[in-house]
């Protein structure tokens, strides 16, 4: 267990700059820059990174890179479907990282020199770094239902990144007839938020309720089973009735193409005609990640477990989505978690200290209705260089719980997206 | 400023290490335990949302005694029962200290003026004698002023409808009992109300 003090600290740095012409790498001398750190995605990953990086030690230089000039939010996105929010509720800039000292570059990766350590961007701008973090999100996996691409995403909207998509997602439920159907195309493992499509049949129906009762909500799933499914099962019900209709992939649920202009989806045993359809596509990691090699054969970036330095390329760090962190799901909070332990592994590797002993939590929340919140959460450790689940911890609400219970879920799960934000963009 | 407190945290560490070194190899960090709080109670405690308690700042005996009824389950919750299992009583010492030494961030709520006034007649008949100087006092007791109204006021509520089984003492749970919601929730209100 070693830390770093003050005078171990001078020391360290006194020794550096003796030996600073033998190429003793990043730490110069107290003060000074003493490694230059480049984060890529100012997402529930990257912008912790950053963020934890500079709080901890301000004399590592951190460079964000962010291609959008705001970052939207996918957490709580499914509540602008239902009219309970807009996306400016979700929308966020960056003058709080800056205020940590951290240089906000809105650009778009398009290279990054593991051998070389330099980063490159579309508008020509060149990174040199010591260690990289990698945190882009998801890319999704087009034409694994043959005819459903980025353009079709056009007029089939996925909404699985939150900002225009899901405003179109809206309008077309706005402008959708009494009585419509409304498809939500479930993607297969892993993907992103694995509640998020069965929160959104809530949110949706939750609209169509009170504007547009005699309409349907149908979710066409790729898998048999789902995230937090008995609590949904029930609060559907609860509120919404049999508005809402689950077809298991083994029932007819898995889609092998669709048409976006007819809006008719062919299905394994039938085909379905829909009014406004949401196709949630196979993910797999950002586009950086491939680019980079960073990712194995089944398109995600193992990573060593502990430290989230990726087990292919030296010094870059991939942390989010785009990881494989052992029994972790691909959320919001995960990755909230992962951006602070590599955080303290990038720390102490620039400053000679031991690796420490990681500590990873997952908490995510449903809302079924306005009063109507659920939860799954989970503590994790490191068991044999895996993320494992803590025995014990976590787990799901309970299946019977008093309204209350539920209304104090649901006010959490807002107050929960408004301190990861701040925790995020403060 | 920031690396004397990493040493701060280092010694305690080290004192975790020699009393759970039976249990793990390398024991987890009081800031690396910590940090995980953040996503609900805000960055280092300084929680930016009503429902959420401002927990940076807290009594340390306070909320190592909450963590580990919520553990226990002797303090019903929605979730931090779920989430305190995942720890040992030693690491939930740990994030009590680190949270502790923390500095306090006052709610920045508006409060209802007339509920205050309220609020202020109730304290000193109903609380006082135990939460002092108008729950500012944070010895052993949860710091209530300054904290958010909507905190309060859930966590008045739940106590009002569970009643007999909390970890709170007898006279605070009947005291709770006989008041009703709007009296609660001025009570909320004049503890945000205070420095």
Redesign the interface.
Known sequence: MKKLDRRDFLKTAGGAIALGGLGFPFILQAGKTKARVVVIGAGYGGAIAAKYIRMADPDIEVTLIEKDKRYVSCPLSNEVLSGERDVKSLTFGFSGLTGHGIKVVNDLVTEIDPVKKIIKTKSGQNFSFDKAVVSPGVAFKWNEIKGYDEAASKILPHAWKAGEQTVLLRKQLLSMKDGGKVYILAPPNPFRCPPGPYERAAQIALYLKHHKPKSKVIILDAKDKFSKAKLFKQGWQQHYGDMIEWVAGAAGGIVESVNPKARTMQGQVEEYKGDVINVIPAQKAGAIAFATGLTNEKGWCPVNQETFESTIHKDIYVIGDSCIAGSMPKSGYAANSQGKVCAANIIAAVNGGEVPEPSYVNTCYSIIAPKHGISVAKVYKLKEGKIKGIKGSGGLSPLFASPLTREMEASYAIGWFKNVTADMFT | M???K??C??IF??GL?LTSSIL?A????P???S?????????NGA??????PIIGGMSKRYLSQTLKDYKSGKRPS??MG??A???SDLELEAIASFMASQPWVKAKVKTNGKMVKEGAKLHAKQCETCHENNGANTGELPKLSGQYP?YLF?QL??FH?IGGSLPQPTQMRKRIQKLSAEELDALSHFYASQK
């Open positions: 920031r690396i004397k990493i040493t945290l280092g560490a080290v290490f793990t390398k024991p987890r960090t800031e690396m335990l940090n995980t709080c953040a996503g609900c109670h805000g960055t929680s930016a949302a009503g429902p959420m929605t979730i779920r989430i299992r995942g720890y909507d859930g509520r739940l409808e």
